[in-house]
């Protein structure tokens, strides 16, 4: 659960980083490295991040694309878990 807790502000101030260089007309961070932060366990921070700060909520594609990461993660932690759990002898 750590790795989830650092991913998510991680990713949580790479959209904060990102809202901030659109208002000031500065370079910007790919959508796909903020998918690819999202994927790798971030997306909780992210969707943290399109609420509170209003970053990447209303473009649909990204939304889409966004989503998709997240049953991405989430599915790639059940097998992880599922194989732990196998190891594991009652």
């Known amino acids: 659960m750590m790795f989830y807790l650092i991913a998510s502000v991680v990713t949580f101030i790479a ?53 998709v990461t997240v049953i991405l993660n989430c599915a790639g932690l059940g097998c992880w878990m599922a194989s732990v759990w196998r190891g594991f002898e009652f």
């Open 15 to 67: 959209y904060a980083g990102d809202k901030l260089a659109a208002r000031h007309d500065k370079r910007r961070t790919p959508e796909r490295t903020l998918h690819l932060l999202g994927v790798l366990g971030g997306w909780p921070g992210a969707w943290l991040a399109q609420r509170l700060l209003r970053h990447k909520s209303r473009k649909r594609r990204f939304q889409q694309v966004f989503w």
